[in-house]
Every structure is written in structure tokens, then in C-alpha cells.
């Protein structure tokens, strides 16, 4: 697979997730479960690697995975503890779960197309 298409993937990949929990997280702080600032914690980490994501900036891919981590484990806890949402916090685990492996695959791929890495020790 070339960098391209798994930049397009993992690009439309990832506004679903910051769209699909965003309207969660809104719709939680809206009927009153989570406080405005319980959500507002939950929705800002999700903007942090927005532009580099956009720009496909491979050092953002490398390092938005980490923050996809954090939503892994509310996604994971949500299938484990409710059978009400089980179908959304399904497709939470399973979105994230080809991110969680499109990022790095990305970011290793489109770095070595710009040359990019750790520089060799001289000797």
C-alpha cells in the first residue's frame, strides 16, 4: 500500500473518530451525565493533532497514537461494562484499533519517502 491511500484512510479514519466522540462526549454534557468541563477534558485532546493529521505530517502520526491510547481504553471499558452502548463502543474499539495501526504505518512509510529518521552515528 502506498502512503497515499493510507494517508487517506487514516485521515478519514480519524475525523470519524474526532466526529463520532465528539457528538458522545456533547451529547453526555447536554443531558446532564458528564459536566461541561468532565467533556470539554474528553473533546480537546482530539483537536491536538488535527492539522498535522490533516497535513499528513508523519511526525503528528507518530505521536497522535499516544493520544488515541487515552480514548482505547474509555472504548475498551465501555464494551466491557455496558451491553446499553455496546454497539457504539464496538465501533469506538475497532476505529481506533485500525488507527492505532494505520498511524505508525503511515508515519514509518511517508518518513522514509522524505528521508526522514535517526541520522547514523559516524564513526
Excluded: D
Excluded at 481504553?73 to 485500525?98: I, N, P, R
Aim: glycine share 8%; with cysteine.
Amino acid at each position: 500500500m502506498n502512503s497515499t491511500r493510507l494517508f487517506q484512510l487514516c485521515r478519514a479514519g480519524y475525523l470519524a473518530l474526532v466526529l463520532m466522540l465528539s457528538a458522545w462526549f456533547i451529547n453526555k454534557g447536554i443531558t446532564g451525565e458528564y459536566s461541561l468541563v468532565f467533556t470539554a477534558m474528553w473533546i480537546i485532546p482530539l483537536f491536538f493533532p488535527l492539522k498535522g493529521i490533516i497535513q499528513g505530517k508523519p511526525y503528528t502520526y507518530a505521536w497522535a497514537s499516544y493520544i488515541i491510547c487515552v480514548y482505547m481504553l474509555h472504548g475498551l471499558t465501555l464494551l466491557y461494562v455496558t451491553e446499553k452502548y455496546f454497539v457504539f463502543a464496538l465501533v469506538e474499539v475497532l476505529l481506533l484499533g485500525a488507527l492505532l495501526i494505520g498511524f505508525p504505518f503511515y508515519a514509518r512509510i511517508r518518513g522514509k519517502e522524505l528521508g526522514l529518521g535517526l541520522k547514523k552515528k559516524k564513526k
